[in-house]
C-alpha cells in the first residue's frame, strides 16, 4: 500500500470531520441559545473554510446573536458562502444589495446573485428577479423574462408568485406570453 498517497485523503478525511463537528457544535450551541459557544464553533469552521459555517456566521452577525451586530461582517461572511455555490447565502448576498445592507445598494449586483440562487431553485430569488425584470431594477425591463421567472417561482411553490403571474399576463401581448410560456417550458425540460 502506498502510504503516501494515503496520507493526504486521511488527513483531508480527518479535517472534514473535525469542520463538521466544530459546525454541528455550534448548531447545537445556537439551538439551545448559547450564541458566544455557537459564534466560537462557527467561527472556527468558517475560517476553514465550511461554507455553512459562513452562512451561519454571517447570520449571527446580521442579527447580532452571540456578537454586536455588524451588516459589514454579515456581507463579508455571506459572499464568503455564497462564492462556494451556498444557495441560500447567494438569496442573502442578492437581498443585501438590493436593500444595501452591510454596502452600498447595487442593483445590477443583487440580480446577479439572485440569479444564482434561482438557478438553482430558490423560489424566493426566482420572484424577486422576476420584479426586477418587470420593474427594470439593475436590468432592461423585460416582460418575458419577468414572466419566466415568475413561472419559475409558481413552480417552486411561492406563495404570491400566482397574483405576479397574473399581474404580469395582463401587461404582456399574447406574443410576449407566447414566448414566455414556451422559455419556461423549455428550462423546465432541461432541468
Not at 431553485?121 to 416582460?143: C, I
Request: glycine fraction near 8%; proline fraction near 2%.
Amino acid at each position: 500500500m502506498n502510504f503516501k498517497r494515503l496520507l493526504p485523503a486521511l488527513l483531508s478525511g480527518l479535517l472534514s470531520t473535525t469542520l463538521n463537528a466544530d459546525y454541528e457544535a455550534g448548531v447545537t450551541a445556537a439551538q439551545n441559545g448559547d450564541y458566544a459557544t455557537a459564534l466560537h464553533e462557527f467561527q472556527e469552521a468558517a475560517d476553514a473554510g465550511l461554507d455553512l459555517a459562513q452562512y451561519n456566521l454571517a447570520i449571527l452577525y446580521f442579527t447580532g446573536r452571540g456578537v454586536e451586530q455588524d451588516y459589514a461582517e454579515a456581507l463579508r461572511w455571506t459572499m464568503m458562502a455564497a462564492e462556494q455555490g451556498h444557495q441560500n447565502a447567494q438569496f442573502n448576498l442578492g437581498a443585501l444589495y438590493y436593500t444595501g445592507t452591510g454596502t452600498a445598494v447595487d442593483l445590477e449586483k443583487s440580480l446577479q446573485w439572485y440569479t444564482h440562487a434561482a438557478e438553482r431553485q430558490h423560489g424566493e430569488a426566482q420572484y424577486n428577479l422576476a420584479t426586477m425584470y418587470e420593474l427594470g431594477e439593475g436590468t432592461e425591463m423585460d416582460l418575458v423574462r419577468a414572466h419566466f421567472w415568475a413561472s419559475a417561482s409558481l413552480s417552486n411553490e411561492y406563495s404570491e408568485a400566482p397574483a405576479l403571474l397574473q399581474k404580469l399576463a395582463a401587461k404582456m401581448t399574447p406574443e410576449q406570453l407566447s414566448e414566455a410560456r414556451g422559455e419556461f417550458a423549455r428550462w423546465r425540460l432541461e432541468l
